[in-house]
């Protein structure tokens, strides 16, 4: 009953959805779509100054489009889905949705830094096993995804379907920053901001 809860989990929360943008035609969208990859994905652990432990997925995503500010980034969306795994080989669903900040830089150069923090809390020590990220632009309520990476999805649900694995329940942060273009010191890095967690 789990795999099939956690099947049905990702199916629904990556669903490709063939929707147009209500500003853009068909062949607009596809240009968009080629512009817009996720650059790079890796994982790392941190530890806070009070020594909590954090595993932490990092996600690089660019927009290579002339005038990336010609649209409204606080319409970009990227979607989390990450398998953590302990010591005792169960597993635990990470699930985070977050928003692009508001406000951007006029100098914008279309990359965008995003790190999902997971707190080891009461769990002990586990490590990251798997993960799918989309990125993404909102059409009114529905979600367009523009590009996509997976680790090992399919071995993700094997496991899963193998193993006891339940929804985390630690403390999740994710914090994202942006190059900008400095007049004085070139290529940037905007303050690092938190980003929220989405309800849906």
Wanted: aromatic share 14%; proline share 2%; with cysteine.
């Amino acid at each position: 009953m789990k795999t099939m809860k956690i099947y049905l989990l990702l199916v629904v929360f990556f669903a490709s959805h063939l929707l147009a943008f209500g500003e853009l035609t068909k062949d607009e969208l596809d240009r968009f779509e080629s512009n817009v990859k996720i650059a790079e994905v890796r994982t790392d652990s941190w530890k806070s100054d009070d020594r909590e432990k954090y595993e932490v997925l990092e996600v690089s995503t660019f927009q290579s489009q002339d005038d990336p500010q010609q649209y409204d980034m606080s319409r970009f969306q990227i979607r989390l889905v990450v398998e953590l795994t302990d010591n005792q080989k169960n597993t635990y669903l990470v699930k985070f949705t977050g928003n692009a900040p508001e406000d951007y830089n006029s100098d914008y150069k279309g990359e965008d830094y995003w790190r999902l923090y997971m707190a080891h809390g009461d769990l002990g020590r586990f490590k990251i096993t798997g993960y799918a990220i989309q990125y993404g632009f909102m059409d009114d309520e529905n979600f367009v995804p523009l590009a996509a990476e997976e680790d090992d999805s399919e071995k993700m649900l094997e496991r899963a379907r193998a193993q006891t694995t339940c929804l985390f329940s630690e403390k999740l942060h994710l914090w994202h920053y942006y190059i900008y273009d400095d007049s004085s010191e070139g290529d940037t890095e905007s303050p690092e901001v938190n980003i929220r967690l989405v309800k849906e």
